[in-house]
Every structure is written in C-alpha cells, then in structure tokens.
C-alpha cells in the first residue's frame, strides 16, 4: 500500500470511528412538565428526588423542558403543543387536572402521566383505574371526592357554625363536580354555603371580604394547586372564622413522589404503566 493511501485510510479511519461510535450512544430522553401553577408551588424536588434515587439525574443521563402556567390555566393547551413540537419523550402533566387534559387533547403518541387530586374516570383522562386505555397513566388522590367528607368533620368539630364559605378555582375543571358535591352535603347537614371562585391571590381577598359581609362562621377550600400556593394568605385571612379545613398539607411531596413512580415506568419500558390508581 503506498504512503499517502495509508495515511488516507488511518485519517478517515480515525474521523469515522467516533462518528460511529456517537451514533450508537442512545439519545438522552427529555422530559416535559407541564404544570398548572409555578416552580414555587411545585412537587418537583420530590420527583427529582425519586428519580435520582433510580440512577436519573438532569443534564447526566436525562433531561427536562420545564412548562409553567402560573396559575393562569387557559394557557396549558399551547404550552403543551410547545412540548409536543420539542417532541419529549414522555408529558408529566401535575397541579390541575386541567394540565393533563390540555396534553390528552394535544397528543395521543407521547406517553403521559399525571398526578391530581380529582377523579380521572370522571373527568374523561382514562377510561378506567385499573385500565387507563391510550396513551396516558398516573394517579388520582381523589382530594376533590373527599370535599363532602371534610364538610362533615369540620361540622363535628365546629357544630355551631351554620355559614360556611366554599373557595374554588372555577378554572379547574373538577371544581364543578367538587362543588356540587359540597352543597349536596350540605343540603343533607342543614348548613347554608356561600361559594366565591378565586384564582390569584387579588381573588382571594376580595373573596374573603365577602365572606366577611356573608357573616361565614367557618371555611373549606376546594382542593386546588393555586391555594396550596397562597396558603399562608388563607390561613392569616380566615383568622376571624372559629374553624377551616383544606386538603392533605403533604400534597406536593407525596404527589411529587408517586408521579415519579410512574414517570419511571415510562422511562425504563418505554410504554405508560399499566394503571392508575
């Protein structure tokens, strides 16, 4: 072999082989979150904490495109079509079930999990719990089913309280069937509800100030991402009621926890998990 063909050989050898070799290394998957509030209000040290404890860790071995509505949910459907179009490799839709709706409508190829407080079977994310169907999986803590329950203990507990204020997030898409579910209870308790709808925190002082003029002895608020962010805010305004009770104070570790679970799931078999809970 001549000289200059034997240097051509090893120079190209020498080009192709890393080409190569990058060619057989698996693309690192990305992740989108799409959440219904913001960074601040967000389970997401917990899911972070879950999948490093399974060997995932950002920027090393998978990435994440991170969608915040803050709060201002009629903006959900163009934020997952931004996921869609950076094509992630699976949708983490949390903190309002209006979140993994605006992704059920936008793909039906992407995996998708998600983690809410409402009924998923009512509200048309899947078609059942032990057989979500499609391309979407996660889990329900039925916090906006068990708003009646809490109506009830907060009547044992303050049974002279006769008024009782209902904060909601109309934007929610499960504060209609959570409310209904409340005057219901009501009704059956003999106790009057002064509803008023809230989505920002300017919502909820003038919220409040209403109850104020409706004379509510005592507060319940709907289970929601938005108040959870403002809790503090709920706590000093409902200072003059004698009682108030809102969901589970644990919400964003445990929910950030069992969606990872399930983000999991999709990252090691490449499908959604066969069920929702």
């Known amino acids: 072999m001549k000289r200059r063909a034997f240097i ?10 890393p080409l190569a070799a990058r060619a057989q290394q698996p693309a690192m998957p990305v992740i989108g979150l799409l959440s219904g509030t913001d960074r601040e209000a967000s389970p997401l040290d917990a899911i972070w904490r879950g999948l490093n404890e399974a060997g995932y860790f950002e920027g ?7 969608r915040w509505a803050e709060g201002q949910l009629d903006r959900l459907p163009a934020l997952a079509a931004d996921l869609v179009r950076s094509q992630v490799a699976v949708i983490v839709a949390i903190q309002s ?3 993994p709706l605006a992704a059920k409508a936008t793909t039906a190829t992407i995996p998708i999990v998600f983690s809410i407080g409402g009924d998923a079977v009512k509200l048309g994310l899947v078609s059942s ?53 409340v005057l219901a209870a009501a009704r059956a308790l003999g106790l009057t509800i002064i ?3 809230a989505t920002s925190n300017r919502d909820i002082d003038a919220a409040f100030a209403s109850f104020v003029q409706h004379r509510v002895d ?3 608020f709907a289970a929601d991402s938005v108040f959870s962010k403002h809790h503090d805010q709920l706590i000093a305004l409902a200072d003059h009621c004698v ?3 809102s969901e589970h104070r644990g919400w964003r570790h445990r929910n950030g926890r069992v969606a990872a679970a399930f983000l999991l799931a999709v990252l090691v078999d490449g499908t959604p998990a066969a069920g929702a809970v």
């Open 60 to 66: 090393r071995n998978v990435a994440m495109e991170y």
């Open 8 to 17: 051509t050989l090893i120079g190209g050898a020498a080009t192709a082989w």
């Open 129 to 181: 719990l032990n057989r979500p169907g499609g391309n979407i999986t996660g889990t329900s803590f039925l916090y906006n089913t068990l708003a009646p329950k809490r109506l009830e203990l907060l009547h044992e507990l303050v049974p002279n309280a006769t008024v009782i204020g209902l904060l909601v997030n109309p934007k929610n898409p499960a504060s209609r069937s959570e409310t209904t579910d």
């Open 243 to 245: 009682g108030s009770i």
């Open 218 to 220: 005592a507060l319940t």
């Open 97 to 99: 079930a209006a979140a």
């Open 195 to 197: 509803v008023q709808n």
